[in-house]
């Protein structure tokens, strides 16, 4: 399976996403296709049999444009382009509305324009100066014809049949008044044909400036990165630019100098601000052996460094693809606003002809019967109601990443909205993961050091957090770590492996029951006692028997406490899941103050919990960091993880903190209610404005001398577009608590 996240051209409303996006997933070849209105791009999975040029066959057959993979830049000269031609034709539809309405006001006129003494000359120069905005709104016309011709209409069909319609007839009734039937004067549409094409490119062009600005976080990021490296070639120093960069180079930082890519300091020390990762306003030391990534800031040392991930593989570049991509994914509500829009279009077209025949049929002039089935296709456009939706979702998006809060799925923001049940990993998540030794028990003939080389020698093999604390210490007190064989994951318990031919096992109290070793007395005293200190324990087994037992101290994280009160306040149900043992997991939820402790279960009984607890109608989160919690993070309704926590964790979750700070918790449950709030607002004002303006445009309320003409219709969809965009705009205002 491949995917690919393409630049798609020609879209304008919400019909043209969800056509595409129908046609796209009909190809047997296609997995999943999502199109994002607003970023104007598809995010497709499809079969290695495909190439690029395939989807761009299947996305031209639908009636659009692969305009190329999906970079985020913007085209500054087509937004000049289009800023040019929006004023050029706005000074010509001022001269055709000056020309159409200065009969009304009884001030003098020169002949020419004078719709009563010299109707023809007047007819002749509205049709000229109609004819160049066919030019202008040619994309409209197009699309909406091909659409209808496709059997797929949408708002540009609406569009197109309104402003067809008028121009025919106006054409008609200008080809009757050169033959004499002045009359027909009267009968011209030229100014609501132009209009409608002028409003609905200005809306468009409000909506792009609008949609440029939701994409703001993303350009942030992509800017973080410099476009040039200095790399050091024996002792020359070249500038290169940041495509040239390989892995296994060795780049140059200066103070004041950016790191190019992702790499490992060889060479110097210095401080470095990586904010736009880490949160952390102040610089933070790095020296030999110490990471670096690509966009941060080298303050005051020089530093030579090894490129480790370059290009789109470095970190700033996996957020990047990962916030796009969860921009083109599609939360459920969002699915319920394409439904409606695909039903929608027909039924506008089927009414606006119904009430054109109905008018007819009751004695109305064709004149009053033509206008009102124009004033309908135009004012029922579903503009506003496809963009309730994508709009919303993309600012918000953008002000995760902005909080550093990376969501890998748009849906993850509409779930967050009914999270009732937060159930926590302990150690890495409510703890720093930190861990120290704080008490050593050697019951073996080894001394101390001796014991804690073996310790250290088999843990360097782990991932786990605690292997950090014995890779640490090792590196602290110069221990010669000593070869390991047969390493082995002992899932949820600990690990094994052989130092000279002798099997040494690592892990908690499960291992004694594993190998049926049973409980002494003496072994259990201690570990109560270094538990009730606030101590994880570790077992040392050689062969079968019990050789040493540790006590590791961690440290809860500053912010803890305080997130759990406001999650609780926020009647969220709060649960401590760990492999920990109950002793020293109680004394930690204590702290908290966590009632409810679920200690001493394996990944698959954590995995168990998170599944009883979703049967019995909770929506969970689930927040943790290792690779046993990876099964729980992908079976919770929302996973969360660290950006430091392991890969799998990582890769599993559905959150990930950038910046390991539980309180962004918060942060993301605040978006996401702000974000659903603001989404049914927006469909709200969209189905309201539908529903009034329809019946204004059938004359249901000509009793009350309320009507509508086409270019006033035009005039009001595009404030029901600008409606829901300032109100989705309103999101940017969003401030942490």
């Known amino acids: 399976m491949k995917k690919v996240i393409l630049k798609i051209g020609g879209m304008s409303c919400s019909g043209c996403s969800s056509t595409l996006e129908k046609h796209l997933n009909k190809q047997d070849t296609i997995i999943s296709a999502s199109v994002n209105l607003v970023m104007a791009q598809a995010l497709i999975f499809y079969d290695d049999s495909l190439n690029i040029e395939d ?20 085209d500054d000269k087509k937004e000049k382009k289009e800023t040019q031609y929006l004023i050029l034709f706005f000074l010509i539809s001022f001269l055709i509305m000056f020309i159409s309405m200065i009969h009304m006001i009884d001030i003098p006129m020169p002949s020419i324009i004078d719709k009563r003494s010299n109707p023809q000359m007047y007819s002749i120069i509205l049709t000229v100066l109609t004819f160049p905005f066919l030019f202008y709104g040619q994309d409209i016309v197009k699309k909406g014809t091909k659409n209808l011709i496709h059997k797929t209409p949408n708002m540009d069909t609406l569009v197109t049949l309104g402003v067809l319609s008028s121009l025919f007839y106006s054409l008609f009734s200008t080809g009757m008044i050169l033959l004499g039937y002045k009359s027909y004067v009267e009968y011209l549409y030229f100014d609501s044909c132009t209009m409608i094409i002028f409003f609905i490119k200005l809306g468009r062009y409000i909506e792009n400036k609008s949609k440029e600005k939701t994409k703001e976080a993303i350009a942030e990021l992509v800017q973080i990165t410099p476009r040039k490296a200095l790399k050091k070639m024996g002792e020359k120093e070249i500038e290169i630019t940041i495509d040239e960069v390989k892995k296994g180079d060795i780049l140059i930082a200066k103070p004041g100098m950016k790191i190019a890519v992702d790499g490992i300091i060889i060479e110097g020390s210095t401080h470095v601000k990586d904010s736009f990762i880490t949160g952390e306003a102040y610089p933070s030391k790095k020296e030999k052996e110490d990471k670096v990534l690509a966009g941060s800031m080298n303050i005051d040392g020089y530093i030579e460094y090894k490129a480790q991930k370059i290009g789109k593989d470095s970190t700033i570049s996996e957020m990047v693809r990962l916030v796009v991509e969860s921009t083109g994914t599609k939360p459920p509500i969002a699915r319920l606003a394409d439904k409606v829009c695909a039903y929608f279009t027909p039924f506008i077209l089927i009414l606006s002809i119904i009430t054109f025949l109905v008018y007819l049929l009751i004695g109305e002039s064709f004149n009053q019967a033509f206008t009102t089935f124009v004033t309908i296709l135009v004012v029922s456009c579903p503009c506003a109601l496809g963009l309730a939706t994508p709009l919303a979702i993309t600012i918000s998006e953008g002000l995760c990443a902005k909080n550093l809060i990376l969501v890998k799925k748009s849906e993850t923001l509409e779930k967050a909205t009914n999270i009732d049940t937060i159930v926590f990993d302990k150690t890495g998540t409510l703890t720093y993961g930190k861990v120290e030794i704080a008490k050593i028990h050697n019951y073996s003939t080894y001394s101390e050091k001796e014991l804690l080389t073996k310790v250290a020698s088999i843990e360097n093999k782990s991932s786990h957090p605690i292997a950090k604390v014995f890779k640490k210490y090792s590196e602290e007190n110069n221990l010669v770590l000593e070869n390991v064989l047969n390493f082995q994951n002992i899932e949820g318990i600990g690990i094994t492996a052989e130092i000279e031919n002798k099997k040494i096992y690592l892990g908690n109290n499960k291992l004694l029951a594993k190998l049926k070793l049973g409980y002494n007395k003496q072994f259990l005293d201690e570990e109560k006692k270094l538990s009730k200190q606030g101590n994880s324990i570790v077992y040392v087994i050689e062969e079968n028997k019990i050789i040493g037992l540790i006590g590791l101290s961690d440290i809860i994280r500053e912010e803890a406490k305080e997130v759990i009160e406001k999650l609780k306040s926020a009647n969220k149900e709060i649960i401590m899941l760990t492999g920990d043992n109950l002793i020293y997991a109680t004394t930690i939820a204590q702290t908290l103050g966590i009632k409810n402790i679920i200690a001493n279960v394996l990944p698959q009984e954590k995995h168990k919990k998170i599944k009883d607890l979703k049967e019995e109608g909770k929506k969970v989160m689930m927040i943790g960091d290792g690779i046993n919690d990876a099964p729980s993070l992908a079976l919770a309704d929302i996973g969360v993880s660290f950006t430091n926590a392991t890969d799998i964790a990582v890769n599993t979750a559905d959150v990930v903190l950038l910046n ?29 404005y539908n529903i009034i303006m329809i019946q204004v445009a059938m004359g249901l309320f000509k009793g009350f001398h309320v009507r509508i003409n086409p270019m006033l219709a035009s005039m009001f969809m595009m404030l029901s577009s600008l409606t829901v965009i300032f109100n989705a705009l309103s999101l940017k205002r969003f401030k942490e608590k």
């Open 55 to 74: 989807l761009t066959k299947y996305i031209k057959e639908a009636g659009f444009e692969n305009l190329g993979i999906f970079n985020n830049q913007l």
């Open 660 to 688: 390991d700070n539980l309180s962004k918790i918060l942060t993301l449950l605040n978006i996401s209610k702000k974000t659903i709030k603001n989404i049914k607002q927006n469909l709200f004002w969209a189905f309201c």
